[in-house]
């Protein structure tokens, strides 16, 4: 018997696209939960069970810098948008050093707890106005925890909404 995969071997070569680096996560939804007195909160089933099929373990918070919510990456999309923050600024320029060491110094690498909670820190559920109801909004990559008060007048009107996303579909890539 001949040898078996020599000249064939090679033609199919199956790649996930988490070996490339370039596994994309996507998370959607908009879900409530509640803290309790610790400021745990379960991370919704949907968002864990993204995380658990990319083999995600860490996860980064840092607060939005537009609005007063939580930003909540797995660590791989944290880590390339860093990677990206950090290749276009110019660390010769001193107002951009700033802004950089304001963003990265206020961030939390946290992990869930084996009932699937995490801890957002105190300093974290003052910012974002949070007393017990949480309301997570998948936003591609990431996810953001608002007080469902906070989100409510951060919600653009009918016409804004539709005029914003006309604006971002006619852009060309």
């Not at 939960?33 to 840092?62: I, N, Q």
């Not at 944290?78 to 990265?104: C, G, H, S, T, V």
Request: aromatic content about 10%.
């Amino acid at each position: 018997m001949g040898k078996s995969g020599g000249k064939w071997g090679k033609i199919i070569n199956f790649v996930t696209s988490n070996q490339l680096g370039a596994f994309s996560m996507r998370f959607l939804g908009n879900l409530e939960s509640k803290t309790d007195a610790k400021g745990r909160v379960f991370l919704p089933s949907v968002f864990r069970k993204e995380l658990m099929a990319s083999g995600e373990e860490s996860l980064v918070m840092c607060k939005d810098v537009h609005k007063r919510c939580l930003v909540l990456y797995p660590q791989s999309a944290w880590n390339r948008r860093m990677d990206e923050m950090f290749a276009k600024a110019d660390e010769w320029d001193e107002q951009e050093a700033d802004a950089l060491r304001m963003f990265m110094s206020d961030v939390e690498l946290l992990s869930l707890d084996g009932n699937g909670r995490l801890l957002i820190p105190r300093r974290y559920v003052e910012f974002a106005c949070i007393s017990q109801a949480v309301r997570f909004i998948g936003m591609n990559d990431r996810i953001e925890l608002w007080a469902p008060e906070g989100l409510a007048a951060a919600t653009l009107s009918k016409e804004q909404f539709a005029d914003k996303l006309k604006t971002i579909m006619s852009r060309q890539l």
